[in-house]
């Protein structure tokens, strides 16, 4: 029997949208505030799904316990209270668009998660703006 | 790289379900109380969903600002504040069920973003009831 | 002992900002988009408080489905999938602005409810306009 | 044409995460407080999901009704303020994860829909956990 | 400068509204299904408000983590993954209403708290049933 | 008659908790991963509470659209996007804190709101924490 099991998790942090080589002309047309150069911020809101096998025993496809504390120590206190911009090398030549951020955070999960299972994450930057990977 | 992207907006407007071919009687046994011909009315919520490749310079689906005007266009303008049976063409013989709603939505959109793009649109007639299109 | 209790409802309805005795110019502009002769339309959601003391052996306030039962029968079964400005006689004479209709639901519940209960009444006309009565 | 429509309801259960075979110590190690045996309960929230074809005349994969119904009688008269281990008989030899319950509803509510629907149910422990099934 | 600040926190919990002094009959009679003697139980939510001075130098009322990790400590550790009735001595002789809970928490927390702060706590059973303590 | 009319509006900004004067060391032990020298974010949402005498012509307090103006002009486009440790002058020589952010909105709203209008501020820094001025 195979089924899904979503967890929840959040991080505050700062950020911009900004091109280095572009002028700050060119990055204001096409971010627009998000282009500020002292940063805005966001409250992140995290989904990780995994799929995978239920255990009959146990009844569970992953112990929510070691999920929890995956998603803790790899992505909350890596991100949280951060800024992406300056604080994160794993945005040093990459945008701190909402689509990168979910696909550095599946990544990351993705070598900390045994294969046998299917694995998608979903980012809140705001609750009005979201972002998938990946797009299945 | 293909990732999603999902952007929210909202539009409030009153509605009836009634099939003029029907007796009065026949629309309120199906429809119940939505058959109110004085009409009721939602706050209708949308998620717009754009699955695409990632652009390697600006870390963007779509450029967020260009999708929201679109959907302020094309969706919020079109139908907020209105009478879908009375003031908007596109129900003139369609029933404004949450599943033509999203259905007409759909088709709007996609008329106006590139084929490059998979759209899936959500819409919420109350927190309660919502509807997909497509169905996946 | 004096605590608060609070039983949240809901209900779906139509209806028009419109002055009778002004132009259509003139209720356009004070009233935008919400002086659309044709209706438009809520999902309203509301909250209503009651304190006074709490029995010693019940832990009660007041019985929760009794006070569950009152809401349905004099304010969902009332205004649910109505229009309010042409089905209900409560606003015949009086301008369906989520303040009236917030006084209008306290004034029934008011009565329908034991004068040693304080009562309070919160409206969402969306999730971003809400109204209060009375204004403490 | 075809599309989904979804409708949520809840109910509020005791529950307990316990293996009969092992011993307390065991079930502790494994499932942390959730095993406590005097039981914790949680507020369930109920997706929904159903996709087909939209009837041309009445704009409906199902009659909302009918389905609410459905989703009333079979899920929420049968375990709203039950204990899910005790008072439960689907849940005498399974365990009363979020991932067998999402599959039993699921299983009792595809025997009471018409084969043309595809079901997916997702249930919500809390905000922050929840399961869906099947897969996809 | 007098403001307030609110925390949210939550626990998970079983409990059953129960006089002992009374019969099944007379129980189920008042209390409906919340009866149930096998207990049921809910996704607690508390908002937790303090008003007082503002420090000038650290522009705060109290220390946002010294509130965080008393509430923590008294009131999570103490109520969550619990059996009210069973596990929990304040509950002895105390029915598990949400007015008689809000107020215990209300009364931990006031021992906990330096005097000059007024304190008032929300709690939510369900999103649709809370209660405050005190009433103002 | 008095009511209360509340409109919601909302801002992301980046900040840091940082008294100047006191060393790193310090500004850390006090406000843990807040003091972060490269700042972090926030999706600010923010709820603006009038009370006052309902208009007996046109049921409104005020003008919503009058409001939802002001809040734009004087609160969104000042704060939305910004840095506010950095871009903001009402910040200057003021910590960035939930407080005292609140009070500077509640002022600057205040200079632009009729003194019949008795006004109320809260301020969500995250849906965990939030504040409100006055105190009440």
Known sequence: ???AIIRTAHFNAAHQLYVKEWSQEKNFEL???CANPNFH???YEIEVRLS??????????????ELKDIIKEEIED???HKNLN?????????MTSVE?????IW???REKLDDKFDLRVRLYETPRNFAEYPAD
């Open 52 to 65: 995978g096998e239920v255990d009959p025993v146990t009844g569970m496809i992953i112990n929510l316990k």
């Open 78 to 80: 890596r991100f949280d």
């Open 100 to 104: 990168n951020i979910v696909y550095v």
């Open 1 to 3: 029997m195979r089924a």
């Open 86 to 94: 300056l604080d994160c090398p794993e945005f040093k030549d990459l």
């Open 41 to 43: 911020g966001h409250n």
């Open 31 to 33: 971010f627009g505030k």
């Open 107 to 109: 990544k990351i999960l």
